[in-house]
Nanobody
Framework: QVQLVESGGGLVQPGGSLRLSCTSV????????IGWYRQAPGKEREGVSC????????VYIDSVKGRFTISRDNAKNTVYLQMDNLRLDDTGIYYC???????????????WGQGTQVTVSS
């Protein structure tokens, strides 16, 4: 089992950028696919992006393509989500989780950490 800790959220204006980090505690991530998820106020949690452990294949939902970039640094046990050109509807709590990436971001269940709050507001 792994514990994942999200960080890097904050308050940003539309068009701004944030870089989120997902770091494991006590275990390595090199053999795990990692997905990023978010939950906006009053809405269901949705998958945002996913990166595979083998080959580094990446997956994004349509609404973030061209704006978000997922990457990983296995030496640091960290997966990143670079978010550029942020929009108001990107606001939410962002979570990461170990998942099997598919052709789309999988629907994940199980335990979730505290996440990191991203607020896009003018």
């Amino acid at each position: 089992q792994v514990q994942l800790v999200e960080s890097g959220g904050g308050l940003v204006q539309p068009g701004g950028s944030l870089r989120l980090s997902c770091t494991s505690v006590g275990f390595t991530l090199d053999r795990r696919d990692i997905g990023w998820y978010r939950q906006a106020p009053g809405k269901e949690r949705e998958g945002v992006s996913c990166i595979t452990s083998v080959g580094g294949r990446t997956v994004y939902i349509d609404s973030v393509k061209g704006r978000f970039t997922i990457s990983r640094d296995n030496a640091k046990n960290t997966v990143y989500l670079q978010m550029d050109n942020l929009r108001l509807d990107d606001t939410g709590i962002y979570y990461c989780a170990p998942v099997p990436c598919g052709v789309t971001v999988p629907k994940a269940s199980g335990s979730w950490g505290q996440g990191t709050q991203v607020t896009v507001s003018s």
